[in-house]
């Protein structure tokens, strides 16, 4: 499991840990470019530094630029100035500086000024080496957005933009193995050490949990999940009298927050150290329907031919892990959910102005998306561009095609609204009825999953390339 200790001397080492107490030693290089062997003992575990490249499998934390210039910022802007990033540019010299040899990579987005992304693994973000955060700061105030890979060795610390052939192995690496993320979560708890977990299930409507260091950046709100609580290794003490409880799906549930650094304060009955507790994220999570009473227990589940997710069925050591589509549809069906979901999506549909929806519906999972975009296209953003069509079909109209569908009992044609730009990309706009357009329910599908693309959006017009035919349909209403 990834670590982090304080007397790594706060510059960020990469950490392992192995269930032997040992006295170890590392080698570091000084100022004065001699070698120096420091020797220490961490508590009951023995830490011993790896590569970084062992990390490259996620840019799953989040790092704030700098608010003010730091004593580096001039120098590293000079070096910035005065160069290509095409190539390894030297902006720090170590001449006179203690170091430790390591490698991180970090995107830059012109969509965030506040973060960046890194693929640095340690818990705390105050830990952060100080000049690298610093190079990132001088890197956004220069609009140098992108992709880079900074490197801190005898020649000093540098950095470099990463190439395409960079970006598509490091991809590969993420995809290796990894369980595709899916909108859909499972929570795994473990009540011998989570002892009250079950009480939680009973009395609260919201709560945290952990979730892996790898799930960072991929658990979202609007995701939905499950609980599954393992087996029940309380002692007759910790049950308070209670029997045990089978191993099983309790509640289904949907995540509320973007995962954060769990505060500082320890949890209470939570059988985890106190300096663990602080290394772990954690995310917001509420309560959708509750099982406690009438568990889906694993070994029932493991009869249903619907429940294809091996991580659910079998034990997992983790914390978290998506869960397939199949799987999750096939638990509501079971624990006869389907009414609670809906009812929560309407009284967030309800209560939220249309820029909180597209907000937090910008990564929902496909059950969200789709009642998201069938709320607004059913409502009267819809029927007021339905009418302004007289309810033909634009892309038909536009190919020169029969636009009418067939008629309803009240004399109308069938006809279905979308939105061009999805309510699920969360961009400005994408609930204003200038982005809807009057199609057949066929069409409707074919641009959903036909071969389609929207190749431009102009003032008065959308751009589609549709089988490889471009198709221009007028906005009927501008925004």
Known sequence: MLGQDSLANGRGRDLIKSPTKQNTSKHFKMSNGSDKKKDFVVNSYFYCFIASDRFACNLAMRIKFNTRKSGFYNEIKSALEDSSLDSEVTVLSNESYSYVEEEIEVLLSDKDESYFETNWWKAQASLFPARVKALCTVLRDLKLYGNYRIKNNSRGLSVSKMSTSDLERRSNTQNSGKVPVSGYWTFISKPKIWKDVYQVIQEKEVFTHQVRDCDVSSVLPGHLGIMRVGIDQRNATERNGEAKRPAGVYAIVEITSEAYLRPEEPIANLDQTEEKQRRTHIVDIRFIKKLVDDPLTIDYLKTKAGITDKY????????????????????????NADDEIDAQLDKDLKNKSDKEIAKKYRNPNPRMVKRVSRKWERGNEGEEVKKLAGRK????????????????????????????????????????PSNVICVSADRHRQLHYGDVKVVDIRDDE????IDGETVIVPKLIKA
């Open 393 to 432: 079909c634009q892309i038909s109209e536009a190919m020169g095609l029969d636009p009418y569908s067939f008629q309803k009992k009240n004399g109308d044609n069938y006809c279905e609204a979308h939105h061009v730009v999805p309510v699920s990309s969360g961009k400005d706009g994408t609930l204003h």
């Open 462 to 465: 959308f751009e589609f390339l």
């Open 312 to 335: 659910l069925v079998d034990s997992f050591q983790g914390s978290s892990i998506p869960l397939n589509q199949g799987s999750f549809e096939e638990l509501v069906r079971l624990a």
